[in-house]
């Protein structure tokens, strides 16, 4: 008999209060409001472990959201991703009192340069001793825009591509700049390390400019684990070429499906296997050790839920419940029915309707309510009928939501093979996903820089004449200037 796929368990993260269930930071004990103390995290991040968890992923913006009701007045009293921190900077203090639990860091391609965050995420790398991922994303708000000095959002599509071309500085900074024997830390001789196995890159393309060599040597991963979000033609052309793991969402199962069968498809035509790529989808799980209380958790989770705080996040261009609630949406919105960041509406519906819709706790298709049992059938389903390869445990009480799912839903999904009983002593994240070792496969794009392939300077080395071609590295440097 096959052996059965092996649930992929993280946390769904913000570093603030109200990330992604709208106002239950209200919950009693909730403990959300503590996100500025470093404590809040390494309590986690020890609750996690103790549960085997696989990682934590933190989501992040780097703007506010001010579209509903023109302002971000109703971000701010919801505490919705205002007041927010850097994700990276908590990652060595989860790592420092944790040995396995892994991290995926959100960070955007389109406004901070990709030196500088290169040489930031191998730092993480060093630290965590190969734990880290990031989390690919290219920034949806327009206020993020204005934040670094532009009038507006650069259009979608040219994102895609200056994230594509981020990424190949990546590589040649993360795979090709130095080799794994370039430090020799030689006493005797006063070497620390080897200059003929550190080289620069000398980018220059479309949208970056960069020399090198990578300040940091390299690290136990090199290249972090890849982890992107997407459902788009663009996004899914990036995602095929350059993610390991997928973040899926969208309205069904069945749109989940199409979502991994298109990336699977994007992978393979990009040289890669189709299993190369794993998916993870947003886990809502309420449980209970019996049904009732876990309908008692919903209830009262239900209470204090914030429709307004939905609203807002959506960005919705107008406000329904300035409207008698019959109304039409195409009598108070543009009518197209392209209204907001997430979703289409009919045209058609009421404002009433909408709004019904609209506090939808269960964030996406994967949503069960009940005891342990149930809930690991819910997972096993997703597992073997949907495809994916894992959850990200959406949060309503921290850390209660974490602390029911470790004390009730583990024990059953280890029963059952889902789970190991126990870490694998000294593994990187990439190898506990994929089980292949530390480093990008081979067939990865970003592989083809290994030992300084494809870059200038090793091309001009190899080249068989020519009168400009220089013969050593310090030569060649002083040609970059
Ligand atoms: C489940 C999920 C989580 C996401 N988390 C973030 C996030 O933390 N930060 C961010 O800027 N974008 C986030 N996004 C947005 C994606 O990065 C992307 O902008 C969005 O899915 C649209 O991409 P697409 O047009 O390729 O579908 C998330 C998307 C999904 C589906």
Same mark, same amino acid.
């Given at each position: ?257 199409? &979502? ?6 994007? $992978?393979? +035509?990009?040289?890669?296997?189709? !299993? *190369? %790529?794993?998916?993870?989808? @947003? ?84 949503? &069960? ?6 809930? $690991?059938? +819910?997972?096993?389903?997703?597992? !073997? *009928? %949907?495809?994916?390869?894992? @959850? ?90």
């Amino acid at each position: 008999m096959a052996e059965k796929k092996r649930l992929i368990l993280n946390l769904f993260e913000m570093n603030c209060v109200s990330h992604i269930t709208h106002g239950l930071w209200r919950l009693p004990d909730n403990n959300r409001e503590r996100f500025n103390d470093i404590e809040y995290w390494t309590e986690l991040a020890k609750l996690l472990e103790s549960g085997g968890f696989d990682a934590v992923f933190l989501a992040d913006v780097i703007g506010t959201y001010d579209v509903f009701r023109g302002g971000a007045g109703t971000s701010v009293r919801e505490g919705l991703h205002i007041p927010n921190n850097d994700p990276s900077l908590v990652v060595p203090a989860m790592a420092a009192v944790t040995r396995h639990l892994g991290f995926g860091i959100t960070f955007s391609t389109t406004y901070e340069p990709p030196f500088a965050w290169a040489r930031r995420l191998s730092t993480l790398d060093h630290l965590t001793k190969g734990r880290v991922g990031w989390n690919i994303v290219t920034s949806y708000l327009p206020n993020a825009a204005r934040n670094f000095g532009l009038d507006g959002e650069i259009d979608h599509d040219t994102r895609f591509e200056i994230a594509d071309e981020y990424l190949d500085v990546l590589y040649k900074l993360w795979e090709g700049s130095w080799d794994d024997d370039a430090i020799v830390s030689d006493r005797e001789n006063g070497t620390f390390a080897d200059p003929e196995k550190i080289r620069p890159i000398d980018h220059d393309g479309k949208y970056f400019k960069v020399e090198g060599p990578q300040l940091p040597a390299p690290s136990r991963q090199r290249t972090p684990v890849l982890f992107t979000a997407t459902a788009s033609a663009a996004g899914t052309a990036f995602a095929g070429k350059h993610a390991e793991l997928v973040f899926t969402g969208g309205p069904s199962a069945d749109f989940v499906r199409t &979502t991994i069968e298109n990336v699977r498809a994007a $992978a393979v +035509a990009a040289g890669r296997k189709a !299993d *190369d %790529v794993r998916f993870v989808a @947003i886990g809502a799980v309420i449980v209970g050790r019996t049904d009732d209380e876990a309908q008692a958790k919903l209830a009262a989770y239900e209470r204090l839920t914030s429709v307004e705080g939905y609203l807002a996040h959506a960005s919705l261009p107008f406000d329904p419940t300035a409207y008698p609630p019959e109304t039409k949406i195409k009598d108070v919105a543009d009518g197209d029915g392209g209204i907001g960041r997430w979703r289409a509406f009919d045209p058609e519906q009421s404002v009433g309707e909408l709004l019904a819709g609209f506090s939808d706790i269960g964030r996406g298709p994967f949503f &069960t309510v009940g005891t342990p049992e149930k809930v $690991a059938d +819910a997972i096993e389903s997703w597992l !073997d *009928d %949907v495809g994916i390869d894992g @959850i990200n445990l959406l949060q309503y009480h921290s850390y209660d939501t974490a602390r029911d799912f470790i004390e009730l839903v583990v024990p059953v999904l280890r029963a059952r093979g889902r789970l190991r009983a126990s870490y694998d002593e000294d593994e990187s994240l990439r190898d506990r996903i994929f089980g292949d070792g530390d480093r990008l496969p081979d067939r990865h794009f970003g592989a083809r820089y290994r030992g300084g392939a494809h870059l200038p300077i090793t091309e001009r080395r190899a080249a068989p004449t020519g009168p400009t071609i220089p013969t050593d590295n310090s030569t060649a440097r002083k040609r970059q200037r």
